[in-house]
Nanobody
Framework: QLQLVESGGGLAQPGGSLRLSCAPS????????FGWFRQAPGKELEGLSC???????RYVDSVKGRFTISRDSAKSAVYLQMNSLKVEDTAVYYC????????????????????WGQGTQVTVSS
């Protein structure tokens, strides 16, 4: 398992932007898929996006075109650029990781990931 630490959350206005960062530590020499999930108050965890070691990405429809996931292999960091934020994007955001089993496609199901960060709060409000 990896240890994951998120940063970059905070308060943004509707239409604004935030960039979340995730710093993995531990067995970083192994190949991992990374992803971002979120949980809004009273709602279930939602998988937003994932990225393979080669940089292939997937997005859930609710964030497609607004959020961008990326990774910096040299820094072993993962990012989530969030643009055109909406009030309904308010949630705790989690960075997740799992060892690669299928290298071409990353998963977006909760139970696929065995490393989770502590989460960072994102609040979108005017």
């Amino acid at each position: 398992q990896l240890q994951l630490v998120e940063s970059g959350g905070g308060l943004a206005q509707p239409g604004g932007s935030l960039r979340l960062s995730c710093a993995p530590s531990g067995r970083t020499s192994q190949s991992y898929h990374f992803g971002w999930f979120r949980q809004a108050p009273g709602k279930e965890l939602e998988g937003l996006s994932c990225i393979t070691p080669s940089g292939s990405t997937r997005y859930v429809d609710s964030v497609k075109g607004r959020f961008t996931i990326s990774r910096d292999s040299a820094k072993s960091a993962v990012y989530l650029q969030m643009n055109s934020l909406k009030v309904e994007d308010t949630a705790v955001y989690y960075c997740v990781a799992t060892p690669v089993k299928r290298p071409l496609v990353c998963p977006l199901r909760t139970f696929d990931f065995n490393s989770w960060g502590q989460g960072t709060q994102v609040t979108v409000s005017s």
